[in-house]
Each structure stands twice: as structure tokens, then as C-alpha cells.
């Protein structure tokens, strides 16, 4: 194993990163242990999705993204310099061979709705690229909360659920229940955990959440970089209630004649609520997914 890691540093050192992108300058790196940890500026006034892949034969092709890595990596990474990327390269192998390089991929990713000229910031999270907003489209059957267009500004609207099916822009839709799994696990919550009703997970919630705007200091993380914040509900009765208290997102999966399935966060709590919801006429926050 001591051979293997002193090939792989020479490996490395033989052909430096490179980057095609001229957001990112002085990519560095270091080996430690079975690790790499790699280091570059990102220069900018936005956030950016940071993709990482590697080709073992001097960049004449290039495999899928590297998947054994954490740090200033995915979505929503902020500029500034020594951004830090580490990379488990021996994890699932054991050792790196060819002539090694290196490029990061930078990606500015913003919707905008030809429908009203709107722009959403988007995130990909694993395989999934979601609206990091919620999503502020006028439809019939849709509200401002409090009849408040500064509210829609921040929130987003509260649709129905059947305008919710519909309100999505072309090449985006709302996503299933099956699909709302998927961000859960790679989250890190558990395949029998996420399946199960009401209260889930551990911290999945809090990770999701806004890092301000809830009450009592019940703010999150934002690790996902979705920007989850406590847009309240439209009640069929017409009231407004629980703006920065709690947020509820549609999914488009039904469940028997009981109702939708739906996702709840509350400012309380740390996890994830998952529970149908029967009552289609109220308004609820809608996230949009990338066909």
C-alpha cells in the first residue's frame, strides 16, 4: 500500500489540474494518506455548482464526476479562494494509474420562465438539479400570502394542488413523492427510514432549512443549498397561517383517495416531515425539478 500511495502522488505532480473554466485560478493540491485534497479559487459575485472530474489518460477522455469527494464540491458554493475539495481516491480502488489530470466544471445555472421573464437559481444536488427558489408563477388558483406581493417576492406563491401539477415551466415539473426520496437520501437519510410516515430522519430537515427567517431561532443549515424557508399556507377558507413558522411543499404522487403527498419543515424540529395531505384546496410552496 505504501508503494501504491507514493505512485499515486507522482502520478499526480506529473501532470498538474488544469480547469476550462476562467471562474476558477491557483488550483493546487496535497496528498494526505489515501486522500487528496484539492484547493482552488473561485472567482465571482454569484454561487456555483463545482463539478470535479478526472481522465487517466492526459484528457483524452473523461469518466463520470468524482463521487468520493466532500467539501467546496456540488451546489451553491460560494466564491473566495482556498476553496478545499478532498477526495477518497483509494476508497473504492486501490491505487490511480495513467497519465492523470483533472478539470472542474463551474456551472452559473439560472431558470428563467419565458412564460413572465421570472429567474430562479437552481442547485444540483446527486443527479437531481432543483429550483432553489420556490417558485413565484401567477396561476388562478394561486396566492400571495396575506394578498401580499412582497410576500410572493421572498416565498414564492401558495398553489392549489391541481395548479400546482401545471405551474412548472417547460422542461420542469413537480416532482413525485419518489422523487423527493432521492434528495432525502442523499442527504444522508436511510432507504427504511425515508419510506416511513410523518417525522423522519435525524437532521435532514435542519440541513434543508434556511440559515435565517424562522421563528425562534429554528433556522437550518441550508446544506443543500435550496434555500427552504417558512412560506406558510393558504387554507381553503381563504386564511393565511404559519408564515416563518413552517412550510409545506406539494409532490405530484397520490396516495389512495386519501390525499397528495406532501414534505413539511417546521422551525421546531430537525427532520423531515412526509404525510398525504387531504385537502387538495389549499395553497402550498412549490419546488420545481428538472425534467
Known amino acids: 500500500m505504501i508503494k501504491t500511495i507514493k505512485y499515486l502522488l507522482t502520478a499526480l505532480m506529473l501532470l498538474p489540474l488544469f480547469s476550462f473554466s476562467q471562474k476558477v485560478e491557483n488550483i493546487r493540491f496535497e496528498q494526505v494518506g489515501k486522500q487528496v485534497y484539492i484547493y482552488y479559487d473561485l472567482i465571482g459575485t454569484d454561487t456555483y455548482n463545482i463539478t470535479i472530474y478526472c481522465s487517466e489518460d492526459n484528457g483524452n477522455t473523461w ?6 469527494v466532500s467539501g467546496d464540491v456540488g451546489g451553491r458554493i460560494i466564491p473566495g479562494n482556498s ?11 486501490t491505487k490511480l494509474t495513467g497519465n492523470i489530470r483533472f478539470k472542474i466544471q463551474v456551472e452559473n445555472i439560472v431558470l428563467i420562465d419565458s412564460r413572465d421573464g421570472q429567474k430562479y437559481k437552481t442547485v444540483k444536488i446527486g443527479n437531481q438539479v432543483w429550483m432553489a427558489e420556490n417558485l413565484n408563477f401567477k396561476t388562478k388558483n394561486s396566492w400571495c400570502y396575506d394578498n401580499d ?13 391541481d395548479d400546482a401539477r401545471i405551474s412548472c415551466p417547460k422542461g420542469w415539473h413537480l416532482p413525485s413523492d419518489d422523487e423527493w426520496k432521492i434528495l432525502e437520501m442523499y442527504l444522508g437519510m436511510s432507504e427504511s427510514e425515508v419510506n416511513k410516515k410523518s417525522l423522519r430522519g435525524i437532521d435532514e430537515g435542519k440541513r434543508l432549512k434556511s440559515k435565517n427567517g424562522w421563528y425562534s431561532n429554528g433556522n437550518g ?7 427552504m424557508l417558512p412560506g406558510g399556507y393558504h387554507g381553503s377558507d381563504g386564511s393565511f397561517s404559519s408564515l416563518g413558522y413552517s412550510g409545506d411543499w406539494w ?3 397520490e396516495y389512495s383517495d386519501l390525499g397528495v403527498w406532501r414534505r413539511y419543515l417546521n422551525y421546531d424540529y430537525s427532520q423531515i416531515s412526509r404525510y398525504y395531505f387531504y385537502i387538495k384546496a389549499f395553497g402550498f410552496s412549490v419546488r420545481c425539478l428538472k425534467d
Open 63 to 68: 469518466g463520470s464526476p468524482l463521487q468520493e
Open 83 to 93: 476553496k478545499k475539495v478532498v477526495w477518497d481516491v483509494l476508497n473504492g480502488r
Open 149 to 161: 406581493p412582497a410576500n410572493c417576492d421572498v416565498y414564492g406563491r401558495l398553489y392549489t394542488w
Open 221 to 227: 443549515t441550508d446544506e443543500a443549498g435550496l434555500l
Open 251 to 253: 409532490s405530484s404522487s
